[in-house]
C-alpha cells in the first residue's frame, strides 16, 4: 500500500515529519473517508478514533511548485531530502504547480496499485482541507485518510518563519524533527532566513521597521563623552580608581535600587545621585558599563511617519529581486549641527557592521527616504563583496570609489523612483473587469459540468495573481421550485492550503433546461461575487489597500437571527462582493445594473428602511471601485 501525501510544504516541518513517520511504522491515527462524509471523519480522527487501515509501504511526497512566502519548490524538496535519511520508505516527487493534480496523475499512471491519499489536519477549522479529496474522483483505487496531529506536533508553517527569522536555533529546534542533528538544521536555516524575511515584511513591515530602528546617535555620543569625563573628574576628586567606579556603578545598575545601594560605595551613590543623573538616564549608563554601542531610543521618542514609507520601498527592492538581505541595521541623527553645516552629512552606509544611518533633522521626509534608497544599494554592494577596498571617501582620489558612488546614485534614484510610481497606482482604484475574463471562465466551466449531467466539480484555477480552486455540487432537488445557487469562499491564512471557492446548485429537474439561462447568468454573479471575497481576505490572493477585517461573528450572528437578516448585507465585504458580482452579470446580461440590484433585493424581502441603508452604502462604494454607475 502506497500513501500520496501531497501538499505545499513552505516548508516543510515538524508536522509533516511526523505525519511520514506515523504511516510508515503504523502509529497513525487516521480515518479513511470519502467526499461525502469527510466532516464526520475529520472530527472523529480529532477525537482518537482510527480505521484500520492497511500497512504502508510507502509515502510518496509532492510538494507543490511556486515560491509561497519567499520559500521555493526546490527548498522545500531539499529539505525532505535531508528527512528522508530518517524516513525508509519515503520518495520525493516533484509536485509542479499543483501537487494534488500530480498526485492524481501519479494514481491514474499506476491504477495496478492501491493508494491513500493523505491530508493532515490540526483541528477541526482544518476540515475544510479534505474537501481536496474531490481531486480524486475518478479513481477508486486510491481512498482519502486523514491524519490528526500527535498532541504537540500541532505546527504551523507560519510560526516556523517567524522563527526562523529571529535566529534562535533552541526555538527553531522545536519547529523541526528532533532527528536531525545541529549542522542539519543549520543547513535548513540558512536555506530559509533570507527567504522568509520577505514575508515577515510583507505581514508586519512597519512593526519590523520599529524593531530596525533602534537608536538616535547623536544623543548617545554626547552622553558616552559626558559619562567618561565625569568619572575621570570624580577619579581625581575622590582618589579612587576608576575601574573601582565602574564595579560599583555595575553592581548598583545591575538590580533592585533598594537592594544594589546597600552594596554600593557610598562615595560613588553619591556620585550617582548628585552627578550622573543630571544629565543622563539610568538605561543609558547601563548600557554604556555592558560596553555597548549605546543605540538605545529615548523613551519619548517615536518612530518617524516616513519609516512606513521606508518599509514599503524596502518591500518593493525585495519583490524586484534585489539581494537585501540579511537586512542592514538601520539608526537616525537628529544632529542639529550637522544639519546646519552646508557640508553636513546626509547618510552613510558603514560595511564593517552592515549599519545605515540615516541624518533626519530638517530634512523632507521624501528625501530621506531617498537617501535611505541610495544607501541600500551600497549594502547590496557590501553583501556582493564590491566594498572592501574602498580607503577614502572623497571620488577625486579613487576610481572604484566614483564608480560605486554612481551606481548608488543612478540605481537608488531610479529604484526610488518606480518605488513611487508603483506606490501611488496601487493606492488607485482596481481597473474597472479586472477578473472579468476568469470569472467567465469558472462560470461557463460551472455550467457545462451542470449541463453534462455532473454531480460534482473540481478544477485548480490560476493567474497572474489569483490562484484558488473551484468545488461545484449540482444537486436535482423536488424541494426547490425552481433553482438555487449557493456560494462561499474558504481561504488559508497559514499560506499551507489553497483558497477555494464552493458552489453549490440545487435544481428541480423538472424545469430543467427552461432555467439553464438563469442558472447561467447566476452563476456569473455567484462567481465574481466570490472571486472579490479571496481579494480582501488574509491569504495568497489578499491584494494591496482590500484588506477587510473578519467578520465571522456577525454572519453567525445573524446565521441564529440575533442579529436582522439586513445587517449581513451591510458587512464591508458583502457590500464590495454583491457590487462586483451583479456589476458582472448586469454586463453578461445586458441589463441596467440597478435593474439587477433591485431585482436581487425584492427577492430578499427586506425592510425598506434597510434596503435604502443598503443601497446608500453600495453608492458610496462604487467610484473607490472604478465602476461608474448609479443606483
Same mark, same amino acid.
Given at each position: 500500500?502506497?500513501?500520496?501525501?501531497?501538499?505545499?510544504?513552505?516548508?516543510?516541518?515538524?508536522?509533516?515529519?511526523?505525519?511520514?513517520?506515523?504511516?510508515?511504522?503504523?502509529?497513525?491515527?487516521?480515518?479513511?473517508?470519502?467526499?461525502?462524509?469527510?466532516?464526520?471523519?475529520?472530527?472523529?480522527?480529532?477525537?482518537?478514533?482510527?480505521?484500520?487501515?492497511?500497512?504502508?509501504?510507502?509515502?510518496?511526497?509532492?510538494? &507543490?511548485?511556486?515560491?509561497?512566502?519567499?520559500?521555493?519548490?526546490?527548498?522545500?524538496?531539499?529539505?525532505?531530502?535531508?528527512?528522508?535519511?530518517?524516513?525508509?520508505?519515503?520518495?520525493?516527487?516533484?509536485?509542479?504547480?499543483?501537487?494534488?493534480?500530480?498526485?492524481?496523475?501519479?494514481?491514474?499512471?499506476?491504477?495496478?496499485?492501491?493508494?491513500?491519499?493523505?491530508? &493532515?489536519?490540526?483541528?477541526?477549522?482544518?476540515?475544510?482541507? @479534505?474537501?481536496?479529496?474531490?481531486?480524486?474522483?475518478?479513481?477508486?483505487?486510491?481512498?482519502?485518510?486523514?491524519?490528526?496531529?500527535?498532541?504537540?506536533?500541532?505546527?504551523?508553517?507560519?510560526?516556523?518563519?517567524?522563527?526562523?527569522?529571529?535566529?534562535?536555533?533552541?526555538?527553531?529546534?522545536?519547529?523541526?524533527?528532533?532527528?536531525?542533528?545541529?549542522?542539519?538544521?543549520?543547513?535548513?536555516?540558512?536555506?530559509?532566513?533570507?527567504?522568509?524575511?520577505?514575508?515577515?515584511?510583507?505581514?508586519?513591515?512597519?512593526?519590523?521597521?520599529?524593531?530596525?530602528?533602534?537608536?538616535?546617535?547623536?544623543?548617545?555620543?554626547?552622553?558616552?563623552?559626558?559619562?567618561?569625563?565625569?568619572?575621570?573628574?570624580?577619579?581625581?576628586?575622590?582618589?579612587?580608581?576608576?575601574?573601582?567606579?565602574?564595579?560599583?556603578?555595575?553592581?548598583?545598575?545591575?538590580?533592585?535600587?533598594?537592594?544594589?545601594?546597600?552594596?554600593?560605595?557610598?562615595?560613588?551613590?553619591?556620585?550617582?545621585?548628585?552627578?550622573?543623573?543630571?544629565?543622563?538616564?539610568?538605561?543609558?549608563?547601563?548600557?554604556?558599563?555592558?560596553?555597548?554601542?549605546?543605540?538605545?531610543?529615548?523613551?519619548?521618542?517615536?518612530?518617524?511617519?516616513?519609516?512606513?514609507?521606508?518599509?514599503?520601498? @524596502?518591500?518593493?527592492?525585495?519583490?524586484?529581486?534585489?539581494?537585501?538581505?540579511?537586512?542592514?541595521?538601520?539608526?537616525?541623527?537628529?544632529?542639529?549641527? =550637522?544639519?546646519?553645516?552646508?557640508?553636513?552629512?546626509?547618510?552613510?552606509?558603514?560595511?564593517?557592521?552592515?549599519?545605515?544611518?540615516?541624518?533626519?533633522?530638517?530634512?523632507?521626509?521624501?528625501?530621506?527616504?531617498?537617501?535611505?534608497?541610495?544607501?541600500?544599494?551600497?549594502?547590496?554592494?557590501?553583501?556582493?563583496?564590491?566594498?572592501?577596498?574602498?580607503?577614502?571617501?572623497?571620488?577625486?582620489?579613487?576610481?572604484?570609489? @566614483?564608480?560605486?558612488?554612481?551606481?548608488?546614485? @543612478?540605481?537608488?534614484?531610479?529604484?526610488?523612483?518606480?518605488?513611487?510610481?508603483?506606490?501611488?497606482?496601487?493606492?488607485?482604484?482596481?481597473?474597472?473587469?479586472?477578473?472579468?475574463?476568469?470569472?467567465?471562465?469558472?462560470?461557463?466551466?460551472?455550467?457545462?459540468?451542470?449541463?453534462?449531467?455532473?454531480?460534482?466539480?473540481?478544477?485548480?484555477?490560476?493567474?497572474?495573481?489569483?490562484?484558488?480552486?473551484?468545488?461545484?455540487?449540482?444537486?436535482?432537488?423536488?424541494?426547490?421550485?425552481?433553482?438555487?445557487?449557493?456560494?462561499?469562499?474558504?481561504?488559508?491564512?497559514?499560506?499551507?492550503?489553497?483558497?477555494?471557492?464552493?458552489?453549490?446548485?440545487?435544481?428541480?429537474?423538472?424545469?430543467?433546461?427552461?432555467?439553464?439561462?438563469?442558472?447561467?447568468?447566476?452563476?456569473?454573479?455567484?462567481?465574481?461575487?466570490?472571486?472579490?471575497?479571496?481579494?480582501?481576505?488574509?491569504?495568497? =490572493?489578499?491584494?494591496?489597500?482590500?484588506?477587510?477585517?473578519?467578520?465571522?461573528?456577525?454572519?453567525?450572528?445573524?446565521?441564529?437571527?440575533?442579529?436582522?437578516?439586513?445587517?449581513?448585507?451591510?458587512?464591508?465585504?458583502?457590500?464590495?462582493?454583491?457590487?462586483?458580482?451583479?456589476?458582472?452579470?448586469?454586463?453578461?446580461?445586458?441589463?441596467?445594473?440597478?435593474?439587477?440590484?433591485?431585482?436581487?433585493?425584492?427577492?430578499?424581502?427586506?425592510?425598506?428602511?434597510?434596503?435604502?441603508?443598503?443601497?446608500?452604502?453600495?453608492?458610496?462604494?462604487?467610484?473607490?471601485?472604478?465602476?461608474?454607475?448609479?443606483?
Amino acid at each position: 500500500m502506497i500513501a500520496l501525501y501531497p501538499g505545499a510544504f513552505k516548508p516543510p516541518h515538524r508536522g509533516h515529519f511526523e505525519v511520514v513517520k506515523s504511516l510508515l511504522n503504523g502509529t497513525h491515527n487516521g480515518q479513511v473517508y470519502t467526499k461525502d462524509n469527510y466532516k464526520d471523519a475529520g472530527a472523529s480522527s480529532l477525537s482518537g478514533k482510527k480505521s484500520i487501515v492497511d500497512k504502508i509501504d510507502k509515502v510518496i511526497v509532492f510538494p &507543490g511548485g511556486g515560491e509561497r512566502n519567499g520559500i521555493t519548490k526546490g527548498e522545500s524538496i531539499a529539505i525532505w531530502k535531508i528527512y528522508s535519511k530518517y524516513l525508509p520508505g519515503i520518495e520525493v516527487i516533484d509536485g509542479e504547480k499543483n501537487p494534488m493534480f500530480a498526485a492524481k496523475e501519479y494514481a491514474k499512471a499506476n491504477t495496478d496499485e492501491d493508494f491513500y491519499a493523505i491530508t &493532515g489536519i490540526r483541528s477541526e477549522d482544518d476540515l475544510v482541507d @479534505l474537501r481536496r479529496i474531490t481531486t480524486f474522483t475518478n479513481t477508486p483505487h486510491v481512498q482519502g485518510l486523514v491524519i490528526p496531529a500527535a498532541k504537540g506536533n500541532e505546527v504551523r508553517a507560519s510560526q516556523l518563519r517567524q522563527a526562523a527569522l529571529s535566529g534562535n536555533l533552541d526555538e527553531l529546534r522545536d519547529f523541526f524533527p528532533s532527528q536531525l542533528n545541529r549542522e542539519e538544521l543549520l543547513s535548513i536555516l540558512k536555506m530559509l532566513k533570507d527567504n522568509i524575511i520577505s514575508e515577515i515584511m510583507n505581514e508586519k513591515m512597519e512593526n519590523l521597521f520599529e524593531e530596525m530602528f533602534t537608536s538616535e546617535a547623536s544623543f548617545f555620543e554626547s552622553d558616552t563623552e559626558k559619562i567618561d569625563r565625569a568619572i575621570d573628574r570624580f577619579s581625581k576628586e575622590s582618589s579612587l580608581d576608576s575601574d573601582f567606579i565602574k564595579k560599583n556603578l555595575q553592581i548598583y545598575f545591575s538590580g533592585d535600587k533598594e537592594d544594589t545601594q546597600d552594596k554600593t560605595d557610598s562615595k560613588v551613590l553619591s556620585f550617582i545621585r548628585d552627578v550622573l543623573y543630571k544629565f543622563t538616564e539610568p538605561r543609558v549608563i547601563k548600557a554604556y558599563l555592558k560596553g555597548e554601542r549605546l543605540d538605545i531610543l529615548k523613551e519619548e521618542s517615536k518612530v518617524p511617519e516616513y519609516t512606513k514609507y521606508m518599509a514599503s520601498v @524596502l518591500e518593493y527592492m525585495i519583490d524586484e529581486g534585489m539581494k537585501v538581505t540579511p537586512l542592514p541595521e538601520i539608526k537616525i541623527n537628529k544632529d542639529e549641527a =550637522n544639519a546646519s553645516n552646508f557640508f553636513g552629512k546626509t547618510a552613510y552606509y558603514d560595511p564593517n557592521v552592515k549599519e545605515i544611518v540615516l541624518f533626519v533633522e530638517g530634512r523632507h521626509p521624501k528625501d530621506i527616504v531617498r537617501s535611505f534608497v541610495h544607501e541600500m544599494i551600497h549594502h547590496m554592494q557590501n553583501l556582493e563583496g564590491r566594498l572592501g577596498n574602498i580607503g577614502t571617501t572623497n571620488t577625486n582620489e579613487d576610481d572604484d570609489l @566614483l564608480e560605486i558612488e554612481k551606481e548608488a546614485y @543612478l540605481k537608488g534614484n531610479i529604484t526610488f523612483r518606480n518605488w513611487e510610481d508603483n506606490y501611488k497606482n496601487k493606492n488607485k482604484v482596481m481597473a474597472e473587469g479586472r477578473y472579468d475574463k476568469i470569472s467567465t471562465q469558472v462560470s461557463s466551466d460551472l455550467f457545462k459540468s451542470l449541463k453534462d449531467g455532473e454531480t460534482s466539480f473540481f478544477k485548480n484555477y490560476e493567474t497572474d495573481d489569483l490562484d484558488f480552486q473551484v468545488h461545484g455540487d449540482f444537486i436535482p432537488t423536488g424541494s426547490v421550485k425552481y433553482f438555487d445557487v449557493d456560494g462561499d469562499a474558504d481561504y488559508d491564512e497559514t499560506g499551507e492550503g489553497n483558497d477555494s471557492i464552493r458552489v453549490i446548485v440545487s435544481y428541480n429537474p423538472k424545469v430543467v433546461p427552461d432555467a439553464y439561462k438563469d442558472i447561467a447568468y447566476t452563476l456569473k454573479d455567484i462567481v465574481r461575487h466570490e472571486i472579490e471575497h479571496l481579494t480582501h481576505s488574509d491569504s495568497d =490572493n489578499l491584494k494591496p489597500g482590500k484588506y477587510m477585517d473578519d467578520d465571522s461573528f456577525v454572519r453567525a450572528l445573524v446565521k441564529l437571527e440575533k442579529l436582522p437578516k439586513g445587517d449581513y448585507f451591510k458587512l464591508e465585504k458583502e457590500i464590495d462582493a454583491n457590487i462586483q458580482g451583479m456589476y458582472f452579470r448586469a454586463k453578461k446580461e445586458k441589463r441596467p445594473f440597478a435593474d439587477v440590484v433591485k431585482q436581487y433585493f425584492d427577492d430578499q424581502n427586506l425592510p425598506k428602511d434597510d434596503y435604502e441603508n443598503i443601497l446608500n452604502l453600495m453608492r458610496k462604494r462604487l467610484p473607490a471601485l472604478g465602476i461608474k454607475q448609479r443606483l
